[in-house]
């Protein structure tokens, strides 16, 4: 009867982490294309002096790459540096007052009934990052972002030098 409402909590979770990165993935998808777009002269001008389309895409992959590496370096020691004062922070708020009696013993006068509590002990549950995580999470960032630069970068590919200056 316990188990339910925890398989519940964790299925929202779950959704919520799904939909959380779904988004993530269209907001990089769109920031990429924005970049894109704000490099398209950059694109032509290399394009004229003889650079491929290929040369071009691959140095828009290696700086999204870098970038990737950098954010996901610079996420993984802010996280490990917080989980400790997080985790203890939230052990102390969901513990019962540690200066409160351990068992108390109440006397009904009412029903003439008697009734024990017991009050429960401080949490010591362990926050963690895991390897495996933050592994995932990096394996998802940086395919959702070259996979979204290649995408928005491909439509400007497409396009002459001669048409990117027209538009100049």
Known sequence: ASAAPLRQVQNIANILIIVSAAACVVIIFLVSSMWAKSRKKEM???MSIGSSRRQIMLQFLIEVLVLCIIAIILASILVFLAIGGIGDMVNAKASPDLNAQRFVYE???ASLGTSLHVNAEQLKLNYSLS???VVITAGILIIASLISVAASSL????LKPRDIFSKW
């Open 44 to 46: 032509g001008i290399l």
């Open 107 to 109: 006397v009904d006068t």
């Open 131 to 133: 390897v495996l995580s």
């Open 155 to 158: 439509r400007t590919m497409k």
